[in-house]
């Protein structure tokens, strides 16, 4: 159970954030990328795909949102009060996962609204979603070195209190 000097929670550490930098609003950059280099018919599959993801996003808001946020809460405050005050590392570690990627999952949400209210089209929307994966990008360089300094910090307590 200690969570921060397992190699494969590094690993799903990593592998969470470069996937979430790299699908932004279910879109893979790889497309976002070909739509700019040439117009025409890439331009029309993304603002086609971005239109079913954010409607299929803001629809599962809607229905279920508000029983997602209760329990995802529950889920975090769970996780956090049972990794601080219990001192149990899985705990520490999920939360230090979980909460960020919340965060991600609300300012998708936002964006994806944004993207429905304003329906931009070409530039506009390539450029909405560069800055989306920007901002997923600076979440998890925070989140990445904020878990690297807690999971250093657990190391040596342990390491200093088991000797």
């Known amino acids: 159970m200690r969570s921060f000097s397992n190699l494969w929670f590094w690993i799903a550490l990593a592998v969470m954030w470069s996937t979430a930098s790299h699908w932004v609003l279910g879109v893979p950059n790889d497309m976002i990328v070909r739509a700019r280099r040439s117009a025409g018919q890439a331009e029309v599959d993304l603002e086609d795909l971005v ?11 809607q229905v279920s949102g508000l029983w997602l946020l209760g329990l995802g809460c529950f889920i975090l405050t769970g996780l956090f009060t049972m990794g601080l005050f219990y001192d149990v590392q899985l705990a520490q570690a999920l939360f230090l996962l979980g909460f960020p ?38 979440i998890g360089m925070i989140a990445i070195f904020c878990t690297s300094l807690w999971g250093m910090y657990q190391n040596l307590r342990d390491i200093i209190f088991l000797q």
């Open 51 to 61: 239109r079913i993801n954010c409607n299929r996003l803001l629809y599962i808001a």
């Open 101 to 138: 990627m919340s965060l991600v999952g609300l300012l998708n949400i936002s964006t994806a609204r944004l993207i429905v209210d304003t329906q931009p089209k070409g530039e506009a929307l390539r450029k909405r979603l560069s800055r989306q994966r920007t901002y997923t990008q600076i």
